[in-house]
């Protein structure tokens, strides 16, 4: 993910813009915009913001000297419920209401907590600046605040960066306090004195970072060992000197804290940024736009076929009562014609099966000769027939099958049955054939 860390300063504006994937990190650039001369800031900003492109993680570091901190001890592990009880937590224990204090919580360890707060008024004023400027950032900070994550510093330790001095126990922030650099040299050893006095165990180290900090260790004006930081091992692709370790490994820090989810964001409740969800709610927006447009044209495509199939059943309707009122001129107009079509076309069928049974029947009488008593029973349905009938023996009902011959019927002897008299019954069934006379 790409990370744009601006720190803004008296003097200058630092901007670095960073590559962060996984355990890699890559310099993608990096400038100073100075403030002497004249130059405001916000032109500075509109400088950055003409500089920059693609779609960067903004993260704005205000000076150190605009937040405040207090330790407090609550027993819980979440952070995000520290969040939500501190400003109860504080109630009355601060001079400015906290309806106007913007806050955020770090870690200290063993169940302590550093509070964090700045004034909200400050946090918009910034935030308007860079919106008019064209660069909002979406994360607002500071730079001590991610000292923790700067590349080779001792777990145990104090350090001074050239704004702030920070105290770093089993590597997290549990104190902080913005410095004036032309004073450090005498506030640095009054403040660790005064927190060792407050019952603070004193750090074993001190280092220093930053360009300022290197003009401290260099004039020797600390009463006790100083210790500059430097690059370590394996970072020479990221950072291709010392002199650009000094300057950037601050921002890169803010950049990795942000990665990891451990950086204090004061862009919270009223503050909080909205112009990724302004994107999100925009492209929801399209997407429903489309979403009703493939809906109306399937909604329409259904239109059409219906009104296409209603014609087409109005059309076969029309053409069935022509069909009916040329066949039956005299009557009157039906209720189903359709039906009543169907009714005389099996009126019609029926009269000439009947007429091709009385046929074969004619046909089997002629066949069946003296030895067959006679034919007393015929069931006709469809073109199937059935017939009973008796005989002198079962040798005359043989000769009258093999009579059957010229017939155009297909018939079959069924049950053959004795009579105490001496005769025999019999049955025969059949189908007509299409076309029988």
């Avoid at 060792?196 to 260790?217: D, I, K, M, Y």
């Avoid at 989810?261 to 399209?286: C, H, M, N, V, Y």
Wanted: aromatic share 6%; glycine share 8%.
């Amino acid at each position: 993910m790409d990370y744009l860390v601006l720190q803004i300063e008296k003097k200058r504006i630092t901007v670095a813009r960073f590559n962060i994937s996984g355990r890699t990190s890559e310099l993608a650039g990096a400038s100073t915009v100075g403030l002497e001369d004249g130059l405001a800031l916000g032109e500075a900003l509109e400088q950055v913001a003409a500089g920059a492109s693609g779609n960067p993680r903004v993260i704005l570091c205000l000076p150190p000297e605009m937040f405040a901190m207090r330790t407090v001890s609550l027993p819980l592990d979440d952070l995000r419920k520290v969040r939500e009880v501190l400003p109860a937590y504080l109630q009355g224990e601060l001079s400015l209401p906290l309806d106007e204090l913007a806050l955020d919580v770090l870690s200290a360890g063993n169940g302590a907590y550093l509070a964090l707060w700045a004034k909200k008024s400050d946090i918009r004023a910034a935030i308007e600046l860079c919106r008019a400027a064209g660069i909002e950032p979406q994360v607002i900070t500071s730079l001590p605040f991610a000292n923790s994550f700067i590349l080779g510093v001792p777990q145990e330790c104090a350090l001074y960066d050239g704004n702030a001095l920070t105290i770093l126990n089993s590597g997290r922030l549990s104190f902080f306090r913005a410095l004036d650099p032309s004073s450090a040299a005498t506030t640095i050893p009054a403040t660790l004195s005064a927190l060792e006095l407050a019952g603070a165990q004193p750090p074993p180290r001190f280092c220093l970072t930053g360009f300022e900090s290197e003009l401290l260790a260099e004039s020797g004006s600390l009463p006790f060992a100083a210790e500059l930081l430097q690059a370590p091992d394996g970072t020479g692709n990221l950072f291709k000197n010392e002199q650009t370790f000094q300057q950037l490994g601050g921002l890169h820090a803010v950049a990795l804290a942000s990665q990891a989810g451990a950086l204090p964001d004061f862009r919270r409740g009223e503050l909080s940024w909205t112009a990724g969800d302004a994107k999100i709610q925009k492209k929801l927006l399209l997407t429903g736009v489309l979403a009703a447009l493939v809906l109306i044209a399937l909604f329409a495509g259904k239109g059409l076929q219906y009104r296409t199939v209603n014609a087409d059943l109005l059309s076969l309707n029309k053409s069935i009562s022509d069909l009916y009122r040329e066949i039956f001129p005299n009557r009157a107009k039906a209720v189903d014609e359709l039906a009543e079509v169907k009714g005389e076309i099996k009126k019609l069928a029926g009269a000439e099966n009947s007429s091709g049974y009385l046929d074969l029947l004619k046909k089997l009488a002629e066949a069946k000769g003296n030895t067959i008593n006679g034919l007393y029973e015929a069931e006709a349905e469809g073109r199937n027939l059935r017939l009973n009938g008796d005989a002198r023996s079962a040798l005359a009902v043989n000769y009258f099958t093999a009579a059957r011959a010229p017939l155009r019927a297909w018939l079959e002897l069924g049950e053959v049955k004795s009579r105490p008299v001496g005769m025999v019954t019999f049955s025969l069934t059949g189908t007509l054939r299409e076309g029988s006379k």
